[in-house]
């Protein structure tokens, strides 16, 4: 079983800048990909970004240019630094992974991120 906790959520004004921060609870070398999922009220949940073992990074078409992606190996954390926010970044994210790839998927229970206009 995988433990992911995240941190970083909070209320920010439209064009503020947040850092999220997942920490597993083990070496993230094993998990891949890691990413990040959010969930608005009343809507599906979304992957939002996610990076590889590699270094290889995807990003939903509504935040490139806006989020980054990153992994810290030695502190078993990613981050997902977000930028220039809109109101309607205003969700539940999610860290995800998966071990070695492969299914179950492991979830952290979730930060808010409230944007105002």
């Known amino acids: 079983q995988v433990q992911l906790v995240e941190s970083g959520g909070g209320l920010v004004q439209a064009g503020g800048s947040l850092r999220l921060s997942c920490t597993a609870s083990e070496s993230i070398l094993n998990l891949n990909p890691m990413g990040w999922y959010r969930q608005a009220p009343g809507k599906q949940r979304e992957l939002v970004a996610h990076?590889?073992?590699?270094?290889?990074?995807y990003f939903m078409d509504s935040v490139k240019g806006r989020f980054t992606i990153s992994r810290d190996n030695a502190r078993n954390t990613v981050y997902l630094q977000m930028g220039n926010l809109k109101p309607e970044d205003t969700a539940v994210y999610y860290c995800?992974?998966?071990?070695?790839?492969?299914?179950?998927?492991?979830w952290g229970r979730g930060t808010q991120v409230t944007v105002s206009s």
């Open positions: 995800n992974t998966r071990r070695w790839g492969m299914p179950p998927d492991y």
């Open positions: 990076i590889t073992n590699g270094g290889d990074t």
